[in-house]
């Protein structure tokens, strides 16, 4: 874990230059076409996405690679999936029983702070790519624990990101809160999914109130609206 750790706060100091000061809202980022509807050339079945779901939780129910699903259907792009849009599984990636159990996905988030988008997963600022998202927040506002793990690293002065919180959960997944006003917890603390943790300010690079967030798989940046319901 110890050398997870150092690799989640090496990258973090090469990925300074990120800034998160974006002042774009979502509504000014380019508009993303609506991904196009997949005319299968192999058997396989359409998923039909209900409300509350995410690419993840749908790759989970037919036991299939998310990252496989998105290159498939062609939305490596999208910053979220519709309710209704149909999600295209190949037979030859999907195993013949699925996860009828909910309680088999050992772990599931929430989000740190419900407000608008700034930046999005992979968006570039200064030829940089973010490897989290930016999420405009209220000064002084709750940010919670987007799962229960355990603290790895706080610090109140982290270069580029001031006020950081890194917290370990499990299945080798990280989640990394930035740009705080105020950590809440500290290192070695164990926290609930939900729990209070910092509140959002605008320390480090950043001149907006914003949460930034990132969420990582074995130390590898993924896209956290994949996840987040």
């Known amino acids: 874990m110890f050398r997870t750790f150092q690799c989640i706060i090496l990258g973090l100091c090469l990925a300074v230059s990120t800034g998160c000061t974006a002042k774009k809202s979502v509504s000014s980022l380019p508009r993303l076409k609506p991904p196009p509807f997949i005319k299968p050339s192999e058997p396989g079945i359409y998923h039909a996405v209900k409300r509350g779901q995410t690419l993840w939780k749908i790759s989970h129910i037919y036991s299939v690679d ?14 979220k999936i519709e309710v209704g849009q149909k999600i295209f ?38 030829n940089v790519k973010n490897h989290g998202i930016d999420i405009k927040a209220r000064p002084g506002a ?13 610090s109140d002065s982290m270069r580029g990101y001031g006020k950081t919180i890194i917290i370990q959960h499990k299945n080798n997944f990280t989640t990394i809160y930035t740009n705080n006003r105020k950590n809440l917890v500290k290192t070695g603390d164990y926290v609930k999914q939900g729990q209070t943790i910092a509140s959002a300010g605008s320390s480090g690079r950043t001149t907006d109130c914003i949460v930034h967030f990132e969420l990582r798989k074995n130390n590898k940046p993924q896209n956290p609206l994949y996840y987040l319901p």
């Open 142 to 154: 709750p940010i919670n624990a987007a799962a229960s793990g355990n603290v790895i690293f706080t």
């Open 89 to 126: 599984i190949p037979d030859r990636i999907r195993k013949m029983k699925a996860i009828k159990n909910t309680g088999e996905m050992k772990t599931t988030f929430i989000w740190p702070y419900r407000g608008s988008l700034l930046t999005c997963f992979n968006q570039k600022k200064q």
């Open 66 to 79: 998310m990252h496989e699903l998105v290159a498939i259907n062609r939305i490596a792009n999208a910053c």
